[in-house]
């Protein structure tokens, strides 16, 4: 995808504003432009400038596309989560400080493997944005509960027809119910006539 292009596509999440810096709040990105912070479960020692040592967590830095595959995602930028000092304290030197925080993906919108934004996905992206930015926290609970719920009726649905296949009704064989992909047990169980003498 050409520069221009993406800054077209982008230019639709416009009205959700941008942060102090000039920059979209929302944006398409490649998940090999953004980065995370991996903890690798070693510890490293420590010496402040007035002598105390201290243990500090060793970090690695990936790429979203290490998690995702070389894939298209909405991001949203994020303030930095803790001031330089801190961020030196926890981190050290060996990565920079974000000053100007960093985009982070949104995972409910990581498009498929070689599938690249373009007008019909940026508008309804936007669409379900503002949706989604729109709904307070009840109309999330709702949405939840409601979503559960579709579920549940789906696996009850499922359940039922199993059962209804494998105790079948008078007259019918076991395994022919047309919507469950169990494998067919009247066949094994053919019924044939005693022969007449």
């Known amino acids: 995808m050409t520069e221009r292009a993406l800054r077209r596509l982008n230019h639709q999440f416009e009205h959700f504003g941008r942060n102090p810096h000039g920059q979209l709040n929302f944006r398409w990105c490649n998940a090999k432009e953004l980065y995370y912070l991996y903890e690798t479960g070693q510890m490293e020692e420590v010496q402040t400038q007035?002598?105390?040592?201290?243990?500090?967590?060793?970090?690695e830095r990936h790429l979203f596309a290490d998690r995702y595959g070389p894939v298209w995602l909405l991001a949203k930028w994020e303030p930095p989560a803790c001031d330089a000092e801190e961020w030196s304290r926890r981190f050290g030197t060996a990565f920079p400080w974000p000053r100007q925080g960093q985009y982070l993906p949104i995972e409910s919108a990581v498009l498929p493997e070689g599938v690249e934004p373009n007008e019909q996905l940026t508008e309804y992206t936007a669409w379900k944005l503002t949706r989604h930015l729109g709904m307070k926290y009840d109309d999330h609970l709702e949405d939840i509960h409601r979503q559960r719920r579709m579920q549940e009726r789906g696996e009850k649905s499922q359940w039922s027809d199993q059962v209804d296949d494998a105790l079948p009704t008078f007259g019918q064989l076991p395994g022919q119910k047309m919507n469950v992909s169990f494998p067919t047990v009247g066949a094994r169980a053919s019924v044939t006539a005693p022969a007449s003498a």
């Open 50 to 59: 007035g002598g105390i040592y201290y243990a500090r967590a060793v970090y």
